[in-house]
């Protein structure tokens, strides 16, 4: 059998006599759960694991005769196969051989469709789709594509009748050479001399009462709804649960008033009134007109949702030595203002705490989080002095407008106070292209210092300190585009990618400039606005993925993810919440989140005082720039295990955050393209993924094996692990406290790490 056609012809095997992996590790589970003293139990039969395939000589002989069809449906039609059984030691092999035979290609194709404005359709369309070519092999699968294409291009132009029957292949095979002659026909509908094209009449458009459906039959109701309701542009519209203005909803119906019938425009109407997220079923139906107009009327019934709920969440983010909670509150709002107006608003507010040296759980919180966020989604694109049209392409448009407040505290260091106000719109341009535009981000920050805050700390961390407290504002833009965020749960071959700017502080410049006032920001005299310095700063990132399917459950996962902040103008440094970290559940996971570089900064060395190295936890390991890279291999465990799915993964990550504008930094640091290798934190590890269909939960244990905080061969942290790791650690505890190194880190989370 040819090799192109092999892999497919397993698929015609029967499942149920398929051998298992070379592994076999379901099968195991299975016998451990579903046996005793040596036998099957045919009852209580736990979900666990895979049955082992029994053999079933009824079922090779249907794969045998599946295989042949399928040759012959390739265009082989002497194909022949056999099958054979080899058994032995209570084991069987099964074998399929295939004598294909010659190849048979297309000689003529004929059209038979005594339709001559069906037959007119389908050959100006013809170029567009076709695989139906003289010369080709000889192909099932072309010709089911004719056929769908055909269908498809017939409801396109007003053939509402029109339906995948009508069109047949004869074929003619008694030919030399192999070769077969292919005529395709268009039948005419019984009775009937051509093909009706229709036209779309009055419309109209029905919201049930509730969430149970419509009551009584549709006529009477559409009868009552008549006489109720005024025509307008061609719709008739009725809101029996008077929850929902016409316009917002109306905007979406594509079928139009005296427009030829075109199903292009039914599937749009079905995407958008779903995508407004407020009805949970929608159904078209078509009444044709009593007369002889040949007239469709188009009736749209739409079943509303749930419009309001509330969803409380709660997490424990668990890394190294520290613990805490995360508790929120979200309320969520459907159709606000009665025009499917997304709403919502969620309290926010968590702890966490350093566990270790013989300390009680939560008795050294180090910090405090608290947020109040609220935003509304508009179901289309609001611009102002322009009339945007709905849209056709890719998905529903939303414009968002958002406001959040922010709270830190950091114990005996600092707290921040975070103001962010923004308009974003968001347009789907095909199913895989996402856009996400803000053309107005404003940020207002402010820090205080605690008073409690040794004089040694603020002069010796001068950079953090004026970072951290420094009173701004942030005046700017944000675009992101993504690519094939939609496979992302699926195992087929892509390239994802996702790439955002943000950009702030020209504008603000520019019109200081114009004004005639000239400021040093590195004296300190920064420009103002409202009496605070705005922020200038540019901050690309991108994130770049290889998705590459291996057949069944596994998949091979390469993935680059790197930004860099860079402060100019009226900024000597980026603001605090813009910079990068590394490590963490979805970076190197080896590492403790905020615990990596940067480039070959080293605590102990550089915080001398115990007190100050807890002051500064997770902020002084931050930086301007940021490179992490991942592979990953995924493949099933368990096809069931309680119910579900258990997946497993190994995995090799590495990455680093730097320093760039700072002139404060330590040179060790700061990014050196010469040093890359030597600065780079490496770690790998396995991990487990409980698929629940709905959503992930994901364990993984990250090993360290390159740590760039060390010199020279020292940085090969994983040869300690095997020899001198007791006396490595103790050194390196005493130096560091209250941190405390570990080979192994531990991550937990919901979802997959990317």
């Known amino acids: 059998m040819d090799k192109q056609f092999e892999e497919e012809a397993l698929n015609y095997i029967q499942k149920d006599i398929r051998p298992t992996s070379t592994i076999g590790i379901n099968v195991i589970i299975y016998n451990i759960f579903n046996t005793k003293d040596g036998k099957y139990k045919t009852t209580g039969i736990k979900p666990l694991g895979t049955p082992p395939p029994i053999l079933d000589s009824a079922l090779v002989e249907i794969s045998r005769d599946q295989i042949q069809k399928f040759l012959i449906s390739k265009g082989y039609f002497k194909a022949k196969v056999t099958s054979a059984i080899d058994a032995k030691n209570q084991k069987a092999k099964v074998r399929f051989k295939a004598n294909q035979g010659p190849s048979f290609s297309i000689n003529k194709i004929a059209y038979k469709i005594t339709d001559s404005v069906t037959k007119d359709t389908y050959l100006k369309n013809k170029s567009l789709f076709t695989h139906f070519k003289e010369g080709m092999r000889y192909d099932d699968d072309s010709l089911s594509y004719e056929r769908d294409r055909i269908y498809q291009v017939m409801k396109e132009n007003g053939y509402f009748d029109f339906a995948r029957p009508y069109v047949k292949f004869e074929l003619d095979t008694n030919l030399n050479s192999s070769k077969v002659n292919v005529s395709l026909l268009i039948d005419n509908p019984k009775d009937k001399a051509a093909h009706q094209k229709y036209t779309i009449g009055e419309s109209s458009l029905i919201i049930a009462q509730d969430a149970e459906g419509f009551q009584g039959p549709m006529d009477s109701l559409l009868n009552d709804a008549g006489k109720s309701s005024r025509l307008y542009r061609g719709l008739r519209y009725t809101d029996l649960s008077g929850k929902f203005r016409r316009g917002p909803i109306a905007r979406y119906n594509f079928l139009q008033d005296s427009t030829t019938y075109d199903i292009r425009n039914e599937t749009l109407t079905y995407d958008r009134m779903y995508e407004l997220n407020v009805f949970k079923n929608v159904k078209i139906d078509y009444a044709k007109a009593q007369d002889s107009s040949y007239k469709l009327l188009p009736i749209i019934q739409l079943i509303p949702q749930k419009i309001m709920s509330n969803r409380v969440e709660g997490e424990i983010p668990f890394n190294g030595g520290t613990v805490g909670f995360t508790l929120s509150n979200t309320y969520t709002n459907n159709n606000l203002f009665r025009g499917a107006e997304r709403f919502e608003f969620q309290i ?59 709270y830190a505290l950091q114990t005996n260091f600092f707290q921040r106070h975070v103001f962010l106000n923004s308009v974003t719109y968001e347009f789907v341009e095909s199913k895989s292209k996402y856009h996400s535009i803000t053309p107005l981000n404003f940020e207002y920050r402010l820090g205080n210092l ?25 005046l700017g833009i944000k675009y992101t585009y993504s690519l094939n965020s939609d496979k992302l749960l699926t195992n087929s071959n892509f390239i994802y990618f996702r790439g955002n700017m943000d950009l702030a502080g020209n504008l603000l410049q520019l019109a200081s400039k114009l004004s005639g006032n000239k400021h040093d920001p590195k004296s300190g005299d920064f420009a103002e606005i409202f009496g605070l310095p705005f922020n200038q700063y540019i901050r690309p990132e991108v994130d770049v993925r290889w998705y ?108 680093n955050v730097w320093n760039i504008s700072s002139n404060n930094a330590e040179s060790s640091t700061k990014f050196d393209l010469a040093k890359l290798g030597n600065q780079l934190g490496i770690g790998t590890g396995a991990g487990f993924r409980y698929d629940v269909q709905y959503f992930v939960f994901r364990f993984d244990v990250g090993l360290k094996l390159k740590d760039p905080q060390f010199q020279g061969s020292e940085q090969w942290v994983i040869s300690k692990l095997f020899s001198g790791g007791k006396e490595f650690k103790r050194a390196y505890n005493a130096m560091n406290s209250p941190m405390q190194y570990r080979f192994l880190q531990y991550n937990f989370g919901i979802g997959m790490p990317f």
């Open 548 to 655: 590459k399917g291996l057949g069944g459950e596994k998949q091979i996962v390469t993935r680059i993810n790197a930004g860099v902040g860079f402060a100019y103008g009226n900024s000597t440094a980026m603001p605090f919440e813009k910079l990068f970290f590394a490590g963490g559940s979805s970076g190197v996971r080896a590492f403790q989140a905020r615990t990596l570089g940067p480039g070959n900064y080293n605590r102990g060395i550089s915080i001398p005082d115990s007190a100050t190295r807890r002051s500064l936890f997770g902020i002084d390991q931050l930086g301007d720039m940021h490179i992490e890279a991942n592979l990953e291999y995924r493949y099933l465990l368990l096809n069931k295990f309680f119910g579900a799915k258990l997946k497993g993964a190994v995995f090799l990550d590495a990455g």
């Open 348 to 406: 926010k507010g968590g702890l966490q705490s350093r566990i270790g040296n013989g300390t009680s759980l939560l008795s050294d919180i180090y910090q405090r989080d608290f947020s109040l966020s609220s935003n509304i989604s508009v179901p289309r694109l609001m611009l102002p002095f322009i009339s945007a049209r709905p849209g056709r392409r890719g998905g529903m448009p939303h414009t968002v407008f958002s406001t959040s407040y922010a």
């Open 450 to 474: 605690s008073s409690n805050l040794s004089d040694s700390i603020i002069q010796n961390n001068q950079y953090y300190v004026r970072l951290l407290s420094r009173k701004d504002i942030t």
